[in-house]
């Protein structure tokens, strides 16, 4: 039975019923040939990455997507009852890499998907995302990254990149991946994608190219974050879509921005 298994240190969090294949138990979302590389963490997309860490030690990646917040996934801040940590409990690390990092925000205050799902079905990882809003603004330098309105198609070529276990101090990316199409739930649809990630990326975003025109320069957008993956040679992993939490994100309080 392959492992549906998220992305944080620690044991697999979701477990469903899926096709055999050869697994990698250690490595859970990369397939046969290892994709990722090390990019710099410094430039375009990259630097608008984040390590996010609890008081208890857990390590998972997030995105900033506006001068105060980031998107993360919610399983990244349960403690070990599987309740969610305060936001006391929480930080924000930017620049970070190789054991030093350029600066850190506590978290004043996060907002969940909802209900945690404890029996870890497929659709409960439709809310399993969640928004931070920092103490602080970000350093400069270190842009907030737009959120897709719509998931990309299958086919539409994407990147992800973060914090993995294994390489923990660099951000390592597979840029070279693709959407595989959505998967609809009784909670809300997935984005099903083909990119190499595995336990410590959770949280990370999902990356589409967006077009310039009008002026606007071509860039980058969060089309979801990697919340999940399936262990096989061909992994097929899950990301929660940006139109899940772009209503959060985009609030109307003036202090969280």
Same mark, same amino acid.
């Given at each position: 039975?392959?492992?549906? @298994?998220?992305?944080?240190?620690?044991?697999?969090?979701?477990?469903?019923?899926?096709?055999?294949?050869? !697994?990698?138990?250690?490595? *859970?979302?990369?397939?046969?040939?290892?994709?990722? $590389?090390? $990019?710099?963490?410094? =430039?375009? *997309?990259?630097?608008?990455?984040?390590?996010? !860490? @609890?008081?208890?030690?857990?390590?998972?990646?997030?995105?900033?997507?506006?001068?105060?917040?980031?998107?993360?996934?919610?399983?990244?801040?349960?403690?070990?009852? !599987?309740?969610?940590?305060?936001? @006391?409990?929480? =930080?924000?690390?930017?620049?970070?890499?190789? &054991?030093?990092?350029?600066? =850190?925000?506590?978290?004043?205050?996060?907002?969940?998907?909802?209900?945690?799902?404890?029996?870890?079905?497929?659709?409960?990882?439709?809310?399993?995302?969640?928004?931070?809003?920092?103490?602080?603004?970000?350093?400069?330098?270190? *842009?907030?990254? *737009?959120?897709?309105? $719509?998931?990309?198609?299958? &086919?539409?070529?994407?990147?992800?990149?973060?914090?993995? !276990?294994?390489?923990?101090?660099?951000?390592?990316?597979?840029?070279?991946?693709?959407?595989?199409?959505?998967?609809?739930?009784?909670?809300?649809?997935?984005?099903?994608?083909?990119?190499?990630?595995?336990? &410590?990326? @959770?949280?990370?975003?999902?990356?589409?190219?967006?077009?310039?025109?009008?002026?606007?320069?071509?860039?980058?957008?969060?089309?979801?974050?990697?919340?999940?993956?399936?262990?096989?040679?061909?992994?097929?992993?899950?990301?929660?879509?940006?139109?899940?939490?772009?209503?959060?994100?985009?609030?109307?309080?003036?202090?969280?921005?």
């Amino acid at each position: 039975m392959a492992i549906l @298994s998220g992305f944080l240190v620690a044991a697999p969090l979701f477990v469903a019923a899926l096709p055999a294949a050869a !697994q990698n138990p250690l490595l *859970p979302g990369i397939g046969a040939k290892d994709r990722r $590389v090390v $990019v710099d963490a410094t =430039h375009a *997309p990259w630097n608008s990455l984040v390590k996010v !860490q @609890s008081n208890l030690g857990a390590r998972c990646t997030g995105v900033l997507v506006a001068p105060r917040r980031v998107v993360t996934a919610a399983h990244c801040l349960l403690n070990r009852a !599987q309740r969610f940590l305060p936001a @006391s409990s929480l =930080h924000v690390l930017f620049g970070y890499e190789r &054991g030093e990092y350029r600066q =850190h925000r506590a978290v004043a205050a996060l907002e969940t998907g909802g209900p945690y799902d404890k029996e870890r079905r497929l659709d409960g990882l439709v809310g399993d995302w969640a928004v931070l809003t920092l103490d602080g603004d970000a350093p400069e330098g270190m *842009p907030p990254l *737009p959120l897709a309105r $719509v998931p990309p198609d299958a &086919g539409t070529p994407l990147m992800l990149g973060g914090y993995s !276990q294994d390489r923990a101090h660099l951000v390592t990316a597979d840029t070279a991946c693709a959407a595989r199409g959505i998967n609809d739930t009784d909670r809300g649809p997935l984005l099903v994608h083909d990119c190499d990630g595995t336990r &410590g990326v @959770s949280g990370a975003a999902l990356l589409v190219r967006t077009p310039g025109g009008d002026g606007a320069e071509e860039g980058w957008a969060v089309a979801g974050i990697a919340v999940a993956a399936v262990s096989g040679p061909n992994p097929r992993n899950i990301a929660v879509p940006s139109a899940a939490f772009v209503a959060a994100v985009e609030g109307n309080t003036p202090s969280l921005r």
